[in-house]
């Protein structure tokens, strides 16, 4: 079962700009965990925010995180154009074990 | 240099003939676990392991079996393949627990194709 979305589906900005990239999530969670994969490659980890915490920053990401709106957000400031991928938010609901993923945002930037 | 490893990376295999794609760490994590990736589904677990000797179902178990006789090797075993196993296989390992704040650390991915 998937338990996040991400919204939007795809995204392409330019560079230099900023991306936003939403995901909801259906019931209540440990933590919060967003992934970025190259083209079929491996994912690899970004940032994790517990339950407790509404923001939190790493480099050129900001993440948030509203329980009341079952929601979170992943901003990249200043992108580039290493920043092209897919990226996956990954919920840990309490009382299992799981990372459960979501369908991911296809962000592109252009050069 | 810490890594998830896995192998083959792509596999081409007739229906109903046995394999095997396996995944080994070097991080001394406890848990360990398999996912799939479909187009438009994102990724689906299929099995995990919390520790050695210890194993469990994901959400898409069907088809599949799994072992965790070392702590460093989690193989994927899938003794009838089918077309719709056909998919993008990942292998990831974690220190620990989800619920203790830990992140996965991903293989490279398995490419299967079924035929």
């Known amino acids: 079962s998937q338990q996040g979305e991400e919204d939007p589906q795809a995204l392409s900005i330019q560079e230099g700009e900023n991306a936003t990239m939403n995901c909801s999530y259906k019931?209540?969670?440990?933590?919060l965990q967003w992934y970025r994969q190259n083209s079929g490659r491996g994912l690899v980890h970004l940032i994790l925010i517990r339950s407790n915490e509404r923001e939190k920053h790493s480099g050129r990401l900001r993440v948030t995180l509203d329980t009341s709106k079952k929601s979170s957000s992943l901003l990249i400031t200043a992108s580039r154009a290493a920043d092209t991928a897919s990226y996956f938010c990954a919920t840990v609901n309490f009382g299992n074990e799981k990372l459960t993923f979501g369908t991911g945002t296809r962000l592109t930037i252009i050069p | 240099e810490a890594q998830v490893t896995q192998n083959p990376r792509y596999l081409i295999t007739v229906t109903g003939k046995k394999l095997t794609v396996t995944c080994s760490q070097n991080?001394?994590?406890?848990?360990m676990s398999w996912y799939r990736q479909d187009p438009g589904l994102g990724l689906r677990q299929i099995y995990y392991s919390m520790n050695v000797e210890v194993t469990d179902k994901g959400d898409v178990p069907e088809g599949y079996k799994v072992s965790r006789k070392e702590k460093r090797n989690f193989p994927l075993i899938l003794e009838s393949p089918s077309p719709n196993q056909t998919s993008l296989y990942f292998c990831?390992?974690?220190?620990?627990?989800?619920?203790?704040?830990?992140?996965?650390?991903f293989g490279q991915g398995t490419r299967l194709t079924v035929v």
């Open positions: 991080m001394n994590h406890e848990y």
């Open positions: 990831a390992s974690s220190p620990a627990t989800f619920k203790r704040q830990s992140e996965a650390f």
């Open positions: 019931t209540s969670i440990n933590n």
